[in-house]
């Protein structure tokens, strides 16, 4: 399947396709598939950034991908985990292209998860002032989120993604089969961001979600293709008509104030991503129903298909006065108010700006009283 993000919309006047398939990585690439790589101008060298478990995975399967496609692959092998993300790791790419006096006409590859899609595409995005890259995600996190819509960096101390830019991949190839390799909890933790699509943009899909979540993570491969599938072709919707988050992609932002306090708590260890925002997207609906937008209905379905997924779904007994300092941080901040993402019922959202103060005083409640159970 072939879904456009047609930029033209946005004002960027291009676009790029997301292929999706399984077996679409193999070491004989398809006609169709070399055809894709050339068209977007890929020939002759590529750079491979990948991590170590991906490398130890599938490492000689995509160098002999590149190859039989006529294209010289160098491989950067980064260290797995989120702390990977940093200005360290980002100088080490750069070592690495100088050395090996890329070019602006080469490309670099993201093949891996979130961390490595984030990084490679932030040191495509400013090496030599940008070059070309392409997304070859590996998760199902990154397959239906990171992958898609541009969004590049690295995390600071003081909080996730506040060094970045916004740099689009020249396509997307996204191998189904590739999923196999993931264990439970990442599978889960890739959930975590298709269950945000449902629960603030598409109804029928969060009922699809309550109904086939089992299928999905049992790794059923016409599930999964099409969770995949649907989570995407909203991300590019919306990434079409908002490529830099002036506007409507906020919504996507959904659980992830919350969430991304959580990790830069967490300092970014023994939690994984799709399980903070989670923990996010349950501290937002709660809100929601706390300012009268939603039902306690709707709490219960979100709380019941995030718990019934294998995700927590309790929120971490940091202190108010630490989650705020936090969310301070959070680029969504403007006059000393953060821009959340809520929800009046499945599927539909609402963007309300809140007082810090007022935040404090619900997160107190949740920690110390009934609420959080």
């Given at each position: ?319 108010a006065e630490q989650y705020v300092n936090a969310m ?46």
């Amino acid at each position: 399947m072939k879904i456009k993000v047609d930029l033209s919309r946005s004002g960027s006047g291009y676009g790029y396709e997301i292929l999706i398939g399984s077996d679409i990585i193999n070491p004989k690439p398809k006609g169709e598939i070399t055809d894709i790589l050339n068209s977007v101008g890929l020939r002759g060298r590529a750079f491979v950034i990948t991590s170590k478990t991906v490398s130890d995975l599938y490492g000689s399967l995509i160098t002999h991908f590149f190859e039989n496609a006529g294209i010289n692959p160098v491989t950067i092998i980064l260290p797995d985990g989120e702390n990977t993300k940093s200005k360290k790791y980002l100088f080490h790419i750069y070592d690495e292209l100088i050395n090996g006096k890329a070019e602006r006409r080469d490309f670099i590859i993201a093949f891996g998860g979130g961390v490595v899609g984030d990084l490679a595409g932030f040191a495509a995005a400013t090496y030599l002032r940008g070059i070309n890259f392409i997304q070859m995600p590996t998760t199902l996190l990154a397959d239906v989120d990171s992958s898609v819509g541009g969004k590049t960096g690295i995390n600071h101390s003081k909080g996730k993604n506040l060094i970045g830019a916004f740099y689009q991949p020249k396509v997307v190839l996204i191998d189904t089969g590739l999923l196999k390799s993931l264990d439970a909890r990442e599978l889960a933790n890739g959930f975590a961001e298709v269950i945000k699509y449902g629960v603030v943009l598409d109804s029928k899909f969060f009922s699809y979600l309550e109904n086939n979540c089992d299928r999905v993570l049992s790794y059923d491969e016409s599930a999964l293709a099409y969770v995949i599938e649907r989570s995407c072709a909203i991300k590019a919707d919306i990434v079409s008509e908002d490529e830099k988050e002036a506007g409507i992609r906020s919504v996507l932002n959904f659980g992830h104030s919350m969430g991304h306090a959580v990790e830069a708590l967490y300092n970014y260890e023994n939690i994984k991503h799709g399980e903070a925002i989670s923990i996010g997207m349950i501290f937002a609906t709660m809100l929601s129903k706390k300012i009268g937008l939603c039902t306690d209905e709707t709490v219960t379905r979100v709380k019941n298909l995030i718990e019934k997924s294998g995700l927590p779904v309790k929120i971490p007994e940091f202190t108010a006065e630490q989650y705020v300092n936090a969310m301070k941080l959070d680029k969504k901040v403007s006059e000393k108010q953060i821009k959340f993402v809520l929800i009046e019922d499945i599927g539909n959202y609402k963007l309300k700006k809140l007082d810090f103060g007022f935040i404090h005083d619900f997160i107190f409640d949740i920690c110390t009283k009934t609420v959080n159970r």
